[in-house]
């Protein structure tokens, strides 16, 4: 782990999430359910650039190494994050090929789940910032003290 390539790393996290951010606006102001065109070369790009970080890692630390305990989670998140827009891409032409049916309006559901597990990179800041990984930790230890006391109110 370098320095340098974390923060080239962590800044393409923070871009990636602002032109998200970006793309939600824009398609809650036309009320559209297609992306726009540049919003999914962007996403594409940055899909392209976290596989290339993801090969790097498992090039650079191995198997073996990205398997220890302390680093099998982050793996598996970011092997999630990997294949995500690939199956993204797959389920895009697959869908495509249909007609207007209800099979193709469930597919379009799908699609959809898939797109909102974009906003999944953004967990990936928790890496680099120890004090706030520290404090998501407390706030998810918290939630099932939090689930039983609404339990217990509710009941």
């Known amino acids: 782990s370098h320095p340098v390539f974390d923060i080239i790393m962590l800044s393409c996290i923070f871009i990636n999430c602002l032109v998200l951010g970006a793309q939600v606006q824009h398609n809650a102001k036309d009320d559209d359910d297609e992306p726009h065109p540049f919003f999914l070369v962007v996403d594409y790009v940055f899909s392209f650039i976290f596989t290339c970080e993801w090969i790097t890692r498992l090039c650079a630390f191995g198997c073996c190494h990205l398997c220890s305990p ?19 891409l797959c389920l895009a032409a697959y869908v495509s090929g249909f007609t207007e049916t209800a099979s193709q309006a469930s597919l379009g559901k799908t699609l959809k789940l898939v797109r909102v597990g974009k906003v999944l990179r953004l967990m990936r800041i928790v890496r680099f910032f120890g004090e706030l990984g520290a404090m998501v930790t407390m706030i998810a230890n918290s939630l099932r003290s939090l689930f ?8």
Not at 70 to 88: N, Q, S, Y
Not at 148 to 155: E, N, V
């Open 70 to 88: 302390g680093a099998r989670l982050w793996f598996a998140f970011d092997t999630t994050l990997v294949i995500l827009p690939i199956l993204e």
């Open 148 to 155: 039983w006391l609404m339990c217990l109110l509710f009941a």
